[in-house]
């Protein structure tokens, strides 16, 4: 069975090969001294006694490679061993009845769209991992397994891992009405650090110069404010505050609102956007249309707030649609994927060669405030960012040295 390991091992590559001789060692060592057969899956709280009699006498670094090799033997076993035949059984109407209450837990919580159609897809995978098991049958080491196959087969990102863990423990809280906290012992993917592609002022003035119309407008926001993609689509009127020139994003990530600056430069354009806007506006008013999407109750609670025109979309689209959740016709904000394929068709003609996008513009919006000497905190808050490392990662790309340190081969 070792033998088998090692091949394994070997196959999924993210093993050094001089590591190898060491992972086969644990996991001969753990069998050992648990008097288990090798071909036999251990429990988590027989695998926590062999490695804490481990601690007392080996490295810390050590313990946790034992832990590792562990892990990914456990992996191992499950994906060795044949599903029982009661798990091929016909249960795609239970699994549609599961996905469906997910998606009412969703909203019932107030949850984007967004968040909806990813924990979803994620719950498909999951469905698609396990070859039909029954939903009544579902462990936590189900979850661990498929997190161990993203990280292992898949070799999905820390953040990617993370996203469909958040998934599924939503799934097995708030409709299998299960706990699994402190039980999923799943092999970590690495995380990654990359830092950010950072276009220079005059790469961003080269781009826009390439742009027109609408699309230029929410280029020009997008980076003179420091918006996502998302937050610039989806800006309602009353978002925007000409006369003391800042801009409220509402439920931005994470949920949370904040404030940020407005540049002098897009007051004018969008004073003629607007009133090419209302034009619009009162077309839809005129035709009794649906009012724009509400967030959360309040289309319950002021039912003609969504008529009005502090709430109509900064960006409408030019079509009317169909709401993916109230299934009404109405009138939504441009597509994000509109404005993405303009400003990537401007980046092809400027020749820029970096891979840059629309966030592109976001981070270069942090890292030309730091280069001129804002404070941190100033930039923490425009961006939106809760932790302050999340918003440190710009010293590390700024042109301007901000800790002020002179190398000694200038000396």
Known sequence: MLDLFHQFLVKNGQIKERN??????????????LNEPIEHKIASEQKHQFLTHLSTNHEDWQV?????????????????????????????????????????????????????????IWLHQFQGFLGGKKHEELQATDIQDFLTHLAVERRVSSSTQ????????????????????????????KRRHRLPVIMTPQEVELILSRMSGVHKLMAMLTYGCGLRVTECAS????????????????????????????????????????????????????????????????DKKYPNAGKEWGWFWLFPSQSLSIDPRSLIVRRHHMHTASFQRAFREAVLQTGISKQVSVHTLRHSFATHLLEKGYDIRTIQEL?????LQTTMIYTHVASKNVLGVRSPLDG
């Open 383 to 387: 961006l939106g960012h809760r932790n």
């Open 20 to 33: 190898l001789p060491y992972y086969l060692k644990w996991v001969s060592e753990c069998y050992a001294y």
């Open 64 to 120: 946790k490679q034992a832990d590792h090799a562990l892990r990914l033997y456990h992996f191992f076993l499950t994906r060795q061993k044949d599903r029982e035949p009661s798990h091929f059984t016909d249960s795609k109407k239970e699994w549609n009845v599961i996905e469906e209450e997910t998606r009412k837990a969703l909203r019932l919580r107030h949850l984007s769209l967004n968040t909806e159609k990813s924990y979803l």
């Open 235 to 298: 800006l309602r009127i009353k978002d925007i505050d000409l006369e003391r020139g800042m801009v409220i994003v509402k439920a931005a990530k994470g949920d949370k609102d904040r404030r940020t600056v407005l540049p002098e430069r897009v007051k004018d354009p969008l004073i003629q956007h607007m009133a090419a806007v209302r034009s619009l506006y009162e077309n839809d008013r005129k035709q009794n249309l649906p009012g724009v999407f509400l967030p959360e109750a309040l």
């Open 162 to 189: 993370g996203q469909a863990l958040n998934a599924l423990v939503f799934v097995y809280r708030h409709v299998l009405k299960k706990e699994i906290e402190g039980l999923i012992e799943a092999v970590r993917a």
